[in-house]
Nanobody, 122 residues
């Protein structure tokens, strides 16, 4: 069964860092675009970054550009999201997803993880 499992979330102070992992099973994640999304309380889920399957092209939303870095380790079938200079507004549940189209449109993604909570607070 295709599965994506996120890990690495937690509580961090403003200015701190976290690295999220998205481990894929039952399929090769390098054949898919992997996107990271987040959902703050009371808000819609927003796409923040992706890494494409074809050439590992990356994209970041304006809200995280320059602070977050997405990367892929094909040997481990895992995609990472390194988050630096975290802000309270980065708080939310972070999801990874796999899709065949290089986009941050939620509807284009076929598989979703269960999410991991990130809380940025002093």
């Amino acid at each position: 069964q295709v599965q994506l499992v996120e890990s690495g979330g937690g509580l961090v102070q403003p200015g701190g860092s976290l690295r999220l992992s998205c481990a894929a099973s039952a399929f090769s994640s390098d054949f898919y675009t992997i996107g990271w999304f987040r959902q703050a309380p009371g808000k819609e889920r927003e796409g923040i970054s992706y890494i494409s399957s074809a050439n590992d092209r990356t994209y970041y939303s304006d809200s995280v550009k320059g602070r977050f870095t997405i990367s892929r380790d094909n040997a481990k079938n895992t995609v990472y999201l390194q988050m630096n200079s975290l802000r309270p507004e980065d708080t939310g549940v972070y999801y990874c997803a796999a899709g065949r189209i290089t986009t941050l449109m939620r509807a284009a993604y076929d598989y979703w993880g269960q999410g991991t909570q990130v809380t940025v607070s002093s």
